[in-house]
């Protein structure tokens, strides 16, 4: 029991239960409501709307003014994508407040959850209560209230509302566990030290370390919230990993060619370009010749002629009302020929099956 007015409802998995049913019974209802609403109209939504878009001679950028543009046409000539934007943020307001108003009855007894965890294993985890977030970091992606570094249970707000925003997959891990499963080797198959940057609350993180139970494994990430609860939760799953409070362009104190396998999942469209470029040279940095990179996140346009993904209406309104301002600069950019400037031999780079199989790259041996 956390405290005398609101018993402990026990975990869902290793995440912790909403404070009533009723606030688990809402959350529910709103992830089925996503699904049924939103995820099979976009399907036909989204091309009617970016050919109503590109009728009008439109031009999309990754500015307040190009939003504005295509949010007026969508009202004029396609209602129907005015009624899914709409239903869209609100539906992701509504569970965000529930979540956040739920695990507020019981934040005291929390915090101390987090400060005990803090000093017990298995693993560890390190995170400095002074640190000063860049800006870009204070951005409440998703719409999560006070994003992912201004609220303590940051981390914990986030486990159950991805749950939400993601739905089905998200439940028992099942979508990082299905991730880990494919995540590649380094060529030569050795896999004793594993790094997952910007791991958030350690799901990926963990279902490396349960793929490989030998190997040492650590997740870092630029928030203090994320990487205390991820430890918490790595804890709950008795599963030794190491978290680190360090932002992903910045892990300069960490030892060069260190680490055999180094992953991202889906960072790069939430940060600005510089951090991008910093971060995959940081990689190249810390992996060992042979050892191999994997990243998860949008196809981009410089490798992708057909524009797949966050094109038109997905990247001027979604990136607005999703709260991710840099997706659109992420999409517009060469990911791949970044990698090539950095060092990396791509191995696979597939536009068409990306989101399936990740990107992924080597780091060439020396005299290669």
Not at 4 to 29: C, H, I, K, Q, W
Not at 148 to 157: D, E, F, I, K, S
Not at 164 to 169: I, L, M, R, S, T
Not at 277 to 287: P, Q
Request: hydrophobic letters at 35%.
């Amino acid at each position: 029991m956390l405290n005398e007015d609101y018993p402990d409802r026990g975990n869902v998995g290793p995440t912790p239960a909403m404070t009533s049913r009723a606030d688990e019974t809402f959350l529910d209802y709103i992830a089925d409501l996503r699904s049924v609403l939103m995820m099979s109209p976009a399907k036909k939504v989204h091309p009617k709307a970016n050919a109503v878009i590109e009728a009008e001679g439109i031009e999309t950028k990754a500015t307040a003014e190009s939003v504005e543009a295509v949010r007026d046409v969508v009202r004029r000539k396609l209602p129907e994508a005015g009624v899914w934007a709409r239903v869209y943020r609100s539906t992701q307001q509504a569970f965000w407040n529930r979540v956040c108003e739920s695990y507020g009855l019981r934040e005291d007894a929390f915090l101390r959850m987090l400060e005990e965890s803090d000093q017990s294993g298995p693993g560890s985890v390190e995170w400095d209560p002074d640190y000063v977030y860049p800006d870009y970091a204070k951005v409440e992606i998703h719409l999560q209230p006070g994003g992912y570094v201004g609220h303590p249970l940051a981390g914990l707000r986030y486990d159950y509302g991805t749950r939400v925003f993601g739905g089905k997959v998200s439940e028992n891990d099942y979508l990082h566990k299905a991730m880990a499963a494919k995540v590649p080797t380094p060529r030569d198959g050795r896999v004793e030290r594993i790094m997952d940057i910007a791991c958030s609350v350690g799901k990926l993180t963990c279902a490396l370390k349960e793929r490989f139970p030998q190997a040492e494994v650590w997740g870092s990430d630029i928030s203090a919230p994320m990487v205390r609860y991820a430890h918490y939760r790595a804890i709950e799953q008795g599963q030794t990993v190491h978290f680190l409070q360090k932002a992903a362009e910045d892990l300069d104190a960490l030892p060069a060619d260190h680490f055999d396998l180094v992953t991202v999942h889906i960072l790069f469209h939430e940060v600005p370009t510089p951090v991008v470029d910093r971060t995959i040279a940081n990689v190249y940095r810390l992996l060992r010749p042979g050892g191999t990179f994997w990243i998860s996140d949008f196809p981009s346009l410089g490798n992708d002629p057909h524009g797949l993904h966050y094109t038109n209406l997905l990247g001027a309104i979604d990136s607005a009302d999703n709260s991710e301002p840099y997706a659109p600069e992420f999409v517009r950019s060469n990911v791949e020929a970044k990698l090539q400037k950095a060092g990396f031999s791509l191995r696979y780079e597939n536009p068409a099956d990306m989101n399936v199989h990740g990107r992924v790259c080597d780091k060439p041996m020396k005299g290669e």
